[in-house]
């Protein structure tokens, strides 16, 4: 019986988005797997295609045109044979275009990004299985920009900071659980540089001093931590 999808069977061979996905790793955040583009081999010109993961269950259908995956697309977690959604979003001339969700095998959603022509561009939301937000950033033209933002699964702040052509430049505040800063500084092209202060959990302060590049200089204030 003719079918109008076309299937291929794919060599999977994810690879990493390295211009874009190198702005994320200083965060205690896990990287999500949406940021994995996958290089899959397409033996359709024209029409739907459905690809497959090496076990055989079904792991992503779409739209090809000229050679080119277009329209939108999604992928599924590997042995659900297309039952549980691993993400979903456009392309355009074979580059990600728009907005792409990923979801939880408990179909959750836990990531969601804007892609232009193929990069990150605009706001980037990772959510904790709760649906408390986890971090929220800001991209341009694939480069991390603006300010970012990390939250504990109960929504108290954990981390507010500054990015600058994708590193942690400017002001930093770090929280603990309790709502109390745990630390205020300044970051310069990814490194410790200028006034830092630690503090207590009882907010109190701890520690005072610089750095320059990365080190410690100068002569640190340390505060009795019952004062």
Known sequence: MTKSILTTIICIIPIMLFSQVKNLENSTQDTPKIFTEFADKLNVENGNAELFWKDGSLKAKGKVVNSLKSGNWTYFYQGTNGTQKLFEGSYLNDGRNGIWKEFSEKAKLIAQ??????????????????????????????????????????????????????????????????????????????????????????????EKGMYSNGVKTGTWANFDKNS
Do not use: C
Request: aromatic residues 14%; glycine residues 12%.
């Open 113 to 206: 990004v804007n892609y232009k022509n193929g990069l990150l561009n605009g706001e980037v939301m990772v959510y904790h299985e709760n649906g408390i937000p986890h971090t929220t950033r800001h991209f341009r033209d694939g480069i991390q920009i603006s300010k970012y933002f990390e939250y504990y699964s109960n929504g108290t702040p954990k981390e507010i900071s500054m990015y600058s052509n994708g590193e942690k430049t400017g002001p930093v505040t770090l929280f603990y659980p309790s709502g109390k800063i745990q630390a205020t500084g300044f970051y310069k092209n990814g490194i410790k540089d200028g006034n830092w202060q630690y503090n207590n959990e009882q907010g109190l302060p701890q």
